[in-house]
């Protein structure tokens, strides 16, 4: 055991793996035994590893400015570029970016605007965001508080009646559907219970509701058809703001650009990181439309100072890695592909639907999951996280990485970049680690 305080680890399995390199789709511990990235990391190296093209960026970068920062008026060329090129990218009405390290601070940053606008446009109770079950946000105090795994929130106390943090149901048709509730009665349910909690809450105090397309660190929840219709119907009826959390979706995964074009979302603010820079080098944006900005740069221009931002906002070699990386998106069509693969994976990923432990499949584009199930037709879980884990310890010890998630569901993110070989590589691996745990829960009599 080293010093090291592992993130997100059961300090008891700390240290189980060492990687020592990687390359392409692959990543290669340091007893050399290779392993096919199903993960994509954690959802990130959409151009896999050891890009050429993107190390020769970042020592251009380097060598010409290694850093500057971006207060007090000044900035630098690599942060402009890719400023202007998200604004032009997203689904947004004259989108205004900031920039800085990671998915947790551009949705902490969203929230102090949040606040910062309710303050100078003189609705300074209008601060409370409604997030939903099985959402993940992010690990700083306030995403923390926005995030609704349990998990997460053990022990840290979270100030979430101090943030305003409301809580809705998810989209998970599968574990939040009635008895005989079709998916469009859970739709039209899950719209009239976000209403009545606006209605109670008060529409002038809320700002805004926080949501991923598709859920993934709680799960790979995909909403079902005319969901973020349906919501977005109630959101505009009372002013409140959709926030889309594209850290997962963003740049191809769902086969599109953005998760907001594939699931018919009309944000007025995003959060992208993850692959913005292939996670290659730290860098997040928060984006906002310019209405919103133009209220808070009116006020900071009378105060004479916006007072948010980290040292490491708009870091040169973040700014250069993430420019390069959308033009590697852009020139190699790499949505497209994803798309198509995506599509390849999914009909593959549903080949598992009829195994004895699944109980749902769930994806769309290049991110999946599977929930398993101690019995099919009743949908009865198994307690705790211990069958998911099984399953993927017995991918890993055949060369796949996967993630369990809450719920003993299993997930898929693979590097976009990826072929339909690849794909049944993955699978062939994924199955041999289904059947492995069916064997052992059988044996076990968890079942």
């Known amino acids: 055991m080293t010093s090291m305080i592992y993130p997100t680890t059961n300090p008891a399995m700390s240290e189980t793996m060492v990687v020592a390199r990687a390359e392409g789709p692959y990543i290669y511990d340091k007893q050399g035994k290779r392993y096919l990235e199903g993960m994509a990391g954690l959802w990130c190296t959409a151009l896999g590893y050891g890009n050429g093209e993107i190390i020769e960026a970042a020592e251009r970068q380097m060598r010409e400015l290694s850093f500057s920062h971006m207060f007090g008026g000044k900035t630098h060329p690599s942060a402009i570029e890719l400023a202007d090129k998200l604004a032009a990218m ?24 949040i606040r910062y606008h309710a303050e100078t446009s003189g609705q300074p109770d209008r601060i409370k965001v409604i997030a939903r079950e099985q959402g993940y946000h992010g690990v700083t105090l306030a995403s923390a508080a926005l995030t609704a795994i349990p998990t997460n929130h053990a022990h840290f106390q979270l100030p979430f009646e101090a943030l305003g943090v409301l809580r809705t149901g998810s989209a998970n048709y599968y574990r939040g559907a009635n008895d005989g509730e079709s998916e469009a009665d859970f739709v039209a349910r899950r719209a009239e219970e976000l209403e009545a909690l606006i209605l109670a809450e008060g529409p002038e105090t809320i700002a805004a509701m ?53 699931m018919s979302m009309r944000p007025k603010m995003m959060t992208l990181a993850k692959a913005l820079s292939s996670a290659y080098v730290p860098v997040s944006a928060a984006i906002v439309q310019g209405d919103i900005a133009d209220c808070i740069n009116a006020s900071a221009t009378e105060v004479g100072v916006f007072g948010h931002g980290y040292t490491y906002s708009g870091h040169p070699l973040g700014c250069a890695v993430a420019s390069k990386v ?122």
């Not at 997203?90 to 605007?113: C, E, H, I, W, Y």
């Not at 119907?233 to 009372?238: E, F, P």
């Not at 069509?333 to 198509?340: G, L, P, R």
């Open 90 to 113: 997203v689904p947004m009405q004259d989108g205004r970016v900031f920039l800085g390290s990671s998915g947790s601070d551009a949705n902490d940053t969203l929230l102090k605007l």
């Open 326 to 447: 959308i033009d590697i998106y852009v020139r190699d069509k790499i949505f497209d592909h994803a798309a198509t693969v995506g599509d390849y994976l999914q009909a593959r990923l549903n080949e598992f639907a009829d195994h004895p432990l699944v109980g749902e499949v769930s994806g769309v584009g290049m991110i999946g999951a599977v929930e398993l199930v101690a019995d099919k037709a009743s949908r009865q879980p198994f307690d705790g996280m211990k069958v998911g884990q099984f399953c993927a310890k017995a991918a890993e010890d055949n060369g796949l990485v996967i993630r369990p998630l809450g719920g003993n569901r299993v997930a898929v993110c693979p590097p976009l970049i990826i072929e339909t070989t690849h794909v049944d590589e993955l699978m062939e691996k994924f199955g041999a680690a289904l059947n492995l745990t069916l064997d052992w829960v059988t044996a076990e009599r968890l079942i």
């Open 210 to 262: 926080i949501a991923e397309p598709v859920s993934g660190a709680g799960g790979v929840i995909v909403p079902p058809e005319g969901y973020f219709e349906a919501i977005q119907t109630v959101l505009d009826r009372y002013g409140v703001w959709l926030w889309d959390d594209e850290v997962i979706c963003g740049f191809g995964r769902l086969g599109t650009d953005f998760g907001a074009n594939k």
